[in-house]
């Protein structure tokens, strides 16, 4: 059971993330903290963390968002949800401001991209097929074994929810990736792990897929110390990753490559592409934009025609 407490945001929302695989795009998050309670978290360790089974609800995003919309003469073009959190917890307060949110966006035209660990409801479907504006949806997803996302991301939905919403996504027209991040070494980047898990996507419709590793700051030890696969983690050596995003204890560049060019095999055989994380992957020459919010903003990238042609680009 999630404890919410509720605060008024204060100052502009619409703000730029620092992650290079993001750009200058706007991204809004609706809480600080997040009820799903992944073990390998990094934003427990930000300072507006509320803590453990504790979020805290920014509840008046929507006016902020609609007045900040309203008075800009040069619209964004797109808007990711969510860099610290996750847009689609199963909290119902979260789900309505969200709601409201995206629903203010893609009225004023305004693309919605989104990654998450949560469950999409069947209203967010129905209002992403209503809409002309672009809906980019990743679904992270490292593994069909429930007894992995149990340990490490306890609150977050079923193997078997994310799938659901993998198709309804793609049946309402959104452009939808998979995005296997953070892959734990041992455990969920190995073959038997992958095979079935890349099958199962390319059944419900997947094309693209993003790939990122686990990366271990300082005191998140001791709720790691139960996953399976990270005993050898305090082997592990200190990465720098690109400009903005710090650093992490990680494993080390030549097995990356080496599983990476592994997935990218597997992945080909079903007809998927890989894009793995520029940010978290800087010392990889292969790595490149992982695209966390859809493909770039460019008119022909839409998958839903020329309406957007004609919007700006993002500021
Ligand atoms: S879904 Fe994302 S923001 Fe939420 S706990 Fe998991 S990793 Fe953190």
Not at 149 to 172: C, F, K, Y
Not at 186 to 210: C, F, K, M, W, Y
Not at 243 to 271: N, P, Q, S, T, W
Request: with cysteine; glycine share 10%.
């Amino acid at each position: 059971m999630v404890i919410v407490e509720r605060r008024k945001r204060k100052g502009p929302v619409l703000t730029p993330s620092s992650l290079p695989c993001l750009g200058k795009m706007p991204t809004i998050n609706i809480t600080e903290g997040c009820s799903h309670d992944c073990v390998y978290c990094y934003t427990q360790g930000y300072s507006g963390y509320p803590g453990a089974g504790r979020v805290t609800l920014l509840e008046n995003i929507p006016e902020l968002t609609e007045g900040e919309i309203g008075r800009k003469r040069r619209k964004p073009r797109r808007v990711y949800f969510s860099p610290s959190s996750d847009a689609f917890q199963p909290v119902p307060e979260v789900l309505d401001v969200t709601y409201r949110t995206m629903a203010i966006l893609l009225e004023h035209g305004v693309e919605v991209a989104f990654l998450t660990k949560g469950g999409v409801p069947e209203q967010f479907l129905q209002l992403f097929a209503d809409t002309r504006a672009g809906v980019f949806a990743q679904i992270g997803i490292t593994t069909l074994d429930e007894d992995i996302r149990r340990v490490t991301e306890p609150n977050a939905a079923s193997i078997m929810q994310r799938l659901e919403d993998i198709s309804g996504l793609v049946h309402s027209g959104a452009f939808v990736r998979a995005r296997l991040d953070p892959l734990i070494p041992g455990l969920t980047d190995t073959v038997e792990n992958l095979e079935p898990l890349l099958a199962e996507l390319q059944r419900r419709g997947i094309r693209s897929i993003a790939a990122s590793y686990l990366f271990l700051r300082p005191g998140f030890g001791q709720r790691l110390s139960h996953v399976p696969g990270l005993a050898n983690s305090t082997e592990w050596t200190w990465h720098r990753f690109a400009d903005g995003v710090g650093g992490g204890k990680m494993i080390d560049a030549d097995y990356r490559r080496e599983r990476f060019a592994r997935l990218a095999f597997l992945a080909a055989k079903h007809g998927i592409d890989v894009h793995t994380c520029a940010c978290k992957n800087p010392d990889l020459a292969e790595s490149k934009n992982c695209r966390i919010a859809g493909p770039p903003a460019e008119p022909s990238a839409h998958p839903k025609g020329p309406l957007f042609g004609c919007l700006e680009q993002a500021e």
